[in-house]
């Protein structure tokens, strides 16, 4: 038992000490003159603001105020762990009336202003989450103390969500710490741990985890001594010049430059949080407060909102696939394989617990596996994400060695080597040849190859799984969890926790060339390069997709993969699918001229990634032996053939089973390619644009270019059913 839940406990035991009122979800309890709410019931892992829990908060606080000789309140969470997480997700996906937003921001701020109200000192004693609503309720409090254990977190990530802080967080944050800081947590929806609030004097004392109510009863003894409701707070230096003078232009002309450029263009909630946070400094502050509940109510109801609310879902919905009964856990994994996506992926493991070792049959990217590691934990270092002695475990667990040796203890094993079936399936038959176990996972890292292939050779086959890491695996969320033909449910459910402890989002996928994520990439990054040698720049292009809302071009992510990897994978999907995805022979000359991309010094753009890369000669030579004139693709056509046909191949990957609905294609697509967020995911943009439009235009591009635009029976179904 923790010593929080102790002293609850003792406090319980104590005669006559404490009365307790009826609520269903809080706890309100009062000992020896100081009440303690606590928001959620014991038996809650996680606590969200609903309404039914708002009404009891605003019950509770009525409560307190009746009650007479108190010396304070303490609001805390059910127990070790957990604040709260800030409102439930559900209400703010069902909202579609701004108005209705409004008085649900209205009535949120309403109950928690009523703790400025009381007479007595309130603290907010936080461990665990205290996100969103939950750092807004504690931001009326006159006292934060916060646990130092590392579940604590504490920020407002409403923009995550499409939305602005709505229950006064915009307002009280901005006159606690200032325009700047204010800015530059709520624009971006930054989290910070317990050390970082303190920095940023969002909490006022940071204690340890066995100290938290003591600490807070603390608090209340020395405001009541100095007969004191609040602790006295100023801004000073740069915070204070940049909030209350002239200068407090430069702040939200920095921030307004910041949010006009990149992705964050797309997103409306920043910029209306930045125009609230500015409101709090020069309106009034009931003024300040209507403002920001309308800004809450006009945001809720986007599309926006709705579509990131939809992925917020679908994550939750992924995490799960890591609680299967049949998962086993990972303690030891084996990483076969030295190059970037071997030495990411085993960089990982050890991060996050697995005692790894890599192996590879060169030392020097076992060397610079080591040093990747070293320069990752380095930056972690840096930003005070982790403690020396927590970076010095982690190394201490990646161990590297130019042999295997003997796996018998080896829960994991996974390949990512070259792209070769038969150098796959040899070193899965010398795995076994080194006593891999056989209930042990046996895993490929390939991007395209078939799984069921390499079960062929392989003893106790159904152990055998794809876990699709993508490039960089640091980075990257989504894995795919590829299904073989013999893969039991056992090894794709271990994969999938696996997935879920690297921090990832997984997808399970059947066995078919490409997989889900190459397999819908490769027409988009076949039809760039077509474009390219038609006449179309590729700045042209990147700036298309760019202004579309991808994360980068399909001419820079070509000088990222690397032209010889997207050889290798359009040769697969050729094999597979001859009818529509036949390479472009831009690949096979950009190979041959050795102009890779950004491996070899660089491809369409320099080493950099800007400027002109060697592979323009290679383009120019292939489009003066087509012997056509240039043609500048328009903004339109460029969407029409890049996109358009990417949507028709996700229908086509779920009409033939590869994933099982269409939340599958949302996510994956979002995650594995970077499709814009904003849109909610492919489906829902599909349908917003209205798939009668989808399938009119590839049947026109089928009837005026290639046949292989011809849409699929199951989107024109779809088109005909909407």
Not at 158 to 164: A, P, R
């Amino acid at each position: 038992m923790s010593t929080i839940d102790k002293q609850s406990v003792n406090a319980a035991s104590a005669p006559c000490a404490m009365t307790a009122a009826e609520f269903r979800e809080v706890v309100l309890t009062i000992n020896q003159g100081v009440a303690t709410l606590r928001l959620g019931r014991a038996d809650e892992s996680m606590v969200t603001l609903t309404a039914a829990r708002i009404d009891e908060i605003d019950g509770a606080i009525a409560e307190v105020a009746a009650t007479p000789d108190l010396s304070g309140l303490i609001i805390t969470g059910p127990g070790p762990g957990m604040f709260c997480a800030g409102a439930d997700v559900n209400l703010i996906r069902d909202i579609t009336d701004a108005e209705d937003g409004k008085a649900a921001a209205v009535r949120g701020r309403s109950v928690f202003a009523k703790l400025r109200d009381l007479k007595v000192p309130v603290v907010a004693a936080i461990e665990g989450p205290c996100l969103g609503g939950g750092l807004e309720l504690a931001l009326f409090c006159d006292v934060r103390v916060a646990s130092d254990a590392k579940p604590t977190q504490i920020g407002l990530p409403e923009v995550k969500l499409g939305i602005v802080p709505g229950f006064g967080g915009t307002q009280n944050l901005t006159r606690l710490v200032g325009l700047p800081k204010a800015l530059e947590l709520i624009l971006a929806g930054k989290l910070l741990r317990g050390t970082q609030a303190l920095r940023a004097r969002i909490i006022d004392r940071l204690v340890p985890a066995t100290k938290l109510l003591t600490a807070a009863n603390q608090e209340i003894a020395k405001l009541t001594k100095k007969n004191k409701k609040s602790k006295t707070r100023k801004l000073r230096g740069m915070a204070w010049w940049l909030s209350h003078t002239p200068m407090r232009e430069l702040a939200v002309r920095a921030a307004n430059k910041k949010l006009a450029k990149g992705a964050a263009r797309f997103y409306p909630a920043p910029k209306r949080a930045l125009q609230c946070c500015v409101d709090a400094l020069r309106l009034q502050p009931e003024d300040g407060f209507t403002r920001e509940a309308k800004a809450l109510g006009d945001m809720i109801v986007t599309r926006v909102s709705k579509g990131l609310v939809h992925l917020f879902f679908l994550t939750e919905r992924q995490k799960r696939l890591g609680k299967h009964p049949q998962a086993k856990p990972i303690d030891r994994a084996v990483v076969i394989g030295g190059g970037v996506m071997g030495a990411g992926i085993a960089g990982q493991f050890a991060s996050k617990g697995v005692t790894t070792r890599l192996c590879d049959v060169a030392l020097e990217p076992l060397a610079n596996a080591k040093a990747r590691l070293q320069k990752g934990l380095g930056k972690l270092l840096k930003r005070r994400r982790i403690k020396p002695h927590e970076a010095t475990a982690i190394q201490d667990r990646l161990a590297v060695s130019t042999s295997p040796g003997d796996l018998h203890d080896t829960d994991l094993w996974i390949e990512a080597v070259v792209e070769n079936l038969g150098v796959k399936q040899k070193i899965m038959s010398d795995a076994i040849a080194h006593g891999l176990r056989d209930d042990a996972v046996l895993a490929t890292n390939t991007s395209s190859l078939s799984v069921t292939r390499m079960q062929e050779q392989v003893a106790h086959p159904e152990r055998v799984v794809g876990i699709h890491f993508f490039n960089p695996p640091e980075k990257m969320p989504l894995v795919e969890v590829i299904r073989g033909r013999h893969t039991n449910e056992a090894a794709v459910a271990t994969a999938c926790r696996l997935a879920v402890r690297m921090g990832k989002f997984p997808i399970i996928v059947e066995d078919s060339a490409g997989f889900l994520v190459n397999r819908c990439l490769s027409p988009y990054i076949n039809e760039a390069a077509r474009m390219l040698l038609e006449g179309t720049s590729p700045d042209a292009i990147d700036n298309a997709m760019l202004d579309f809302g991808m994360p980068m071009g399909p001419c820079r992510l070509l000088d990222e993969v690397g032209f010889d990897v997207a050889t290798k994978v359009s040769e697969v999907m050729h094999d597979a699918f001859s009818d529509r995805m036949q390479p472009c022979e831009l690949f096979a000359a950009m190979v041959e001229a050795k102009a890779l991309g950004q491996k070899t010094g660089g491809g369409i753009y320099g080493k950099t990634g800007a400027g002109n890369g060697p592979g323009r000669a290679v383009i120019a030579k292939l489009q003066k032996q087509r012997g056509l004139p240039a043609r500048e693709a328009t903004r339109d056509e460029l969407l029409h053939r890049l996109i358009y046909p990417l949507v028709d191949e996700a229908y086509r990957c779920l009409d033939e089973g590869l994933v099982t609905d269409e939340l599958d294609l949302d996510l994956g697509l979002v995650m594995g390619i970077g499709f814009p967020p904003f849109t909610g995911g492919i489906t829902r943009f599909a349908k917003h644009e209205g798939l009668a439009t989808i399938v009119s235009k590839l049947d026109e591009l089928s009837r005026s270019r290639e046949p292989r635009f011809a849409p699929c029976d199951g989107l024109r179904r779809r088109a005909l059913n909407n």
